[in-house]
């Protein structure tokens, strides 16, 4: 199976700054993820879409992060505005078409709030 | 609810050497277990993966059983190299509803 694109792979803003991530998976898997993954622990889920619907976004900071997913491709994870301890990577997955529903990885968004 | 534990590392190794990671899973009714390894800036790759108790996954020289007795999903390798330095996860998901990671485990293999 082909990759997920995400882009940028590195953003570097001052803190209260907006910043904006963007992921593709291939067209037609349903199911796509945005985790963050903090160095030296494992990725945190914090929003997961069935097509268009955000489905579980029980642990995105509703505060300062939005996500959207329009016509059910790609999506987009905002942050606005940005924090200190934002700073991690953030990654989007989507699954695989059946059991045992493996989950593929972009490379991921590095960003670094100064 | 749903958790993984993996043994704390990191873990250096010479290289040749026989490699250990383990796992152990907290869940309902029976998970699918997955090895992933993220390569330094990448992002994960899935390694292997088992569906159903004493199903054994294996890629790239890497093992894994899935024991439900024990509820353990051990990562093997019987001869690391150095290309295998990286950090390798644990992690079990519930029919599509619950995916959980475990906190991962650093390899550096020595040449």
């Given at each position: 199976e082909a990759g997920v694109v995400q882009s940028p792979r590195y953003k570097i803003i001052e803190k209260k700054q907006p910043v904006a991530f963007w992921c593709n998976p291939i067209s037609g898997h349903n199911t796509l993820y945005w985790y963050l993954q903090n160095l030296g622990q494992g990725p945190e889920l914090l929003i997961r879409y069935e097509n268009e619907e955000a489905v579980d976004d029980s642990q995105l900071p509703k505060d300062r992060f939005s996500a959207e997913r329009l016509k059910g491709v790609d999506s987009t994870l905002k942050i606005q505005p940005a924090e200190l301890g934002d700073s991690a990577v953030y990654l989007c997955a989507r699954r695989g078409?059946?059991?045992?529903?493996e989950q593929y990885f972009g490379p991921g968004t590095r960003l670094t709030v100064t | 609810g749903n958790s993984v534990t993996q043994m704390e590392g990191p873990v250096t190794l010479s290289e040749e050497a026989f490699l250990t990671i383990n796992c152990t899973y907290t869940a309902t009714g029976y998970p699918s277990l997955f090895w992933y390894v993220q390569y330094p800036g990448e992002g994960l790759q899935l390694l292997l993966k088992a569906t159903k108790a004493d199903d054994k996954g294996s890629n790239k020289g890497f093992e894994a059983t899935y024991r439900k007795e024990t509820t353990s999903f051990h990562l093997e390798k019987g001869s690391v190299q150095v290309s295998d330095s990286a950090v390798y996860f644990c992690a079990l998901d519930n029919y599509g509803q619950n995916f959980v990671f475990g906190p991962g485990t650093r390899l550096s293999v020595l040449p």
């Amino acid at each position: 199976e082909a990759g997920v694109v995400q882009s940028p792979r590195y953003k570097i803003i001052e803190k209260k700054q907006p910043v904006a991530f963007w992921c593709n998976p291939i067209s037609g898997h349903n199911t796509l993820y945005w985790y963050l993954q903090n160095l030296g622990q494992g990725p945190e889920l914090l929003i997961r879409y069935e097509n268009e619907e955000a489905v579980d976004d029980s642990q995105l900071p509703k505060d300062r992060f939005s996500a959207e997913r329009l016509k059910g491709v790609d999506s987009t994870l905002k942050i606005q505005p940005a924090e200190l301890g934002d700073s991690a990577v953030y990654l989007c997955a989507r699954r695989g078409r059946a059991l045992p529903y493996e989950q593929y990885f972009g490379p991921g968004t590095r960003l670094t709030v100064t | 609810g749903n958790s993984v534990t993996q043994m704390e590392g990191p873990v250096t190794l010479s290289e040749e050497a026989f490699l250990t990671i383990n796992c152990t899973y907290t869940a309902t009714g029976y998970p699918s277990l997955f090895w992933y390894v993220q390569y330094p800036g990448e992002g994960l790759q899935l390694l292997l993966k088992a569906t159903k108790a004493d199903d054994k996954g294996s890629n790239k020289g890497f093992e894994a059983t899935y024991r439900k007795e024990t509820t353990s999903f051990h990562l093997e390798k019987g001869s690391v190299q150095v290309s295998d330095s990286a950090v390798y996860f644990c992690a079990l998901d519930n029919y599509g509803q619950n995916f959980v990671f475990g906190p991962g485990t650093r390899l550096s293999v020595l040449p």
